[in-house]
């Protein structure tokens, strides 16, 4: 009696622990036009997801098929997922006003695939010990989402993004083993990026936080970052768009943007890119040990002449190289109708100062940049092009501003001061001030007689007084 008690014990033990695993197996979502929350989750998946209170853990893969909708609402506070695969072919949206926190851990880590799904809008999470978030084919938006610690494990970014145009705007990344942001070679995607943070990411790799393959019909719109590395073994680059396979036709704007403490700052490669660089800061680039292989403020290594671009009102100082221009390109740093209004001085490496470095046949318009000095010998020596090396293209840069960015027929009629300014600046003079953003906009026109207190939102101006102006930047 006492063997077959035994035995049967060890049958219903069996049994039992053979049904745990089928408890926990993945769910799928029926995909007739339900709206799940959490809450209903945790009723319906057989396990797959459960709650204690307003925490939430996933402990299996989880599908939310084509027409059904995961709503995430403030009865989440915290969702735990170590080694699952949440997969939304139909749905995501967050209503919640209380940021969510989905957490991996450090040894297991959650993926998210979105495949052809429509409509999803992710807002005010906290995603940490993730292995990637891959987008295909489907328009997501991302709105003061904070990744960090993301791991490579699904994808080489924490946002992957495959024939797709998301919108990614008021995010923090930091810390994430791979870049924040990537599109493949193979595939056409034109990510909005605004207003983002990137600290540190790209563990120490010379690869850069942004690193995107060819665009879509969409501008890729890269507006009002800031982008930086603030540890010593993990300095990288800061954004990279190319083409190497003449994929359709990219288009990008880099636009007041910060980048700066990197090992270079934006880098177009490629095949067909069109870009207008205009109002950013590039500096102080310069952490990568061989100049060969990095440090420029800009980089444009095209093809041919179908690799464009035009740059305007950028300050491009402290890094190895100022601008490089390599192989094939269109570049117009500034006309006599339009001048380029460029800050470039101060860039360099062994000992040599390098603000624009022309290595190829083709010519350069760099007319109306300030190059850190009002002799023109000096600004020679610090451009390499014709004059250098006859089987080079010639850079023409006269005129030129003056170091204090006052054009070379303006009289100095006010001062405007501190510059870099934090959220905001003194202008003292006597007159009609008029100030304009890097769009040429007017933002601001005032009479003043004396000291003027004025606050503006971060980016580049220009301030005129009479025939006088000044640049300003505001961080």
Known sequence: MLKQSIHKTLFVLILFLGLVPMMNAQWTSPGNGTTYTLPDLAAVSNGVVTNDGNVFAIHSDLTISQNDVLQIDDQVSRIDAGNVLITIQGSMVCTNTQRVKLYGTMTEHFSIRFENATDCELKTMYFSDGAGIKLIESEVTFDDVKFVYFTRDYCNAVIDAFNCDPTISNCYFMLNEGAAISSPANGQSSPQIINCEFDTNVDGLNSPQINLGPGGEDTIRIVGNEI??????????????????????????????????????????????????????????????????????????????????IIRNNVITGNLWGITAINGFDIDLGTEDDWGHNEIHDNGNGGV??????????????????????????????????NDDPSLGLVTYVPFIDYDAVGENNTHIFEVWPNPAQGHFTVEGSGVMTITNTLGQTVLTREIDGKETIELPRGLYVVKMGNATQKVIVE
């Open 228 to 309: 930086y590395t603030i540890m010593a073994s993990w300095y990288v680059g800061g954004v990279s768009v190319a083409d190497l396979m003449g994929t359709g036709s990219t288009k990008v704007l880099l636009k007041d943007n910060v980048i700066k403490e990197g090992r270079y700052g934006y880098n177009q490669q490629g095949l067909t890119i069109s870009s207008v660089i205009e109002g950013n800061q590039f500096v102080n680039n310069y952490h990568e040990d061989n100049p060969m292989n990095g440090g420029s403020g800009i980089s444009i290594y095209g093809m041919d002449e179908n690799n464009k671009a």
């Open 353 to 386: 100062i390098y603000d624009l470095y022309n290595n190829s046949a083709y010519d350069i318009m760099a007319v109306g940049n300030n190059w850190g000095t009002s002799n023109a010998d000096e600004i020679e020596a610090h451009i390499f092009h014709q």
